[in-house]
């Protein structure tokens, strides 16, 4: 995942995925997360770089996951959408 926001984290309900969660990744600070149905502020958005990037995600509920970003690709400037799928287990 590059820097910036535009990321959701979405649950699959068994049907279809929710989006839950803004994802906010900039290049100075550690990550954070929005809830997607609250006004989100951005106060730094730099795209590019390329280096490790520390999520940090909210409490998650056993279930299937996934972080999706939807972004312009060079050369043509179509939208691409990238996605992480992960499932969350209870600690039995």
């Not at 958005?45 to 990037?53: A, K, N, T, Y």
């Amino acid at each position: 995942m590059r820097y910036g926001v535009a990321a959701t984290l979405d649950a699959w309900d068994g049907q279809e995925w929710e989006p839950r969660y803004w994802l906010n990744t900039p290049a100075s600070v550690r990550g954070s997360y929005s809830p997607i149905d609250k006004p989100l502020r951005v106060n730094l958005v730099s795209f590019g770089g390329s280096r490790d990037l520390a999520l940090t995600l909210p409490e998650l509920a056993p279930g299937w996951y996934r972080i999706r970003k939807t972004f312009k690709a060079p050369p043509d400037g179509s939208r691409v959408e990238a996605e992480a799928l992960f499932e969350v287990r209870s600690g039995e």
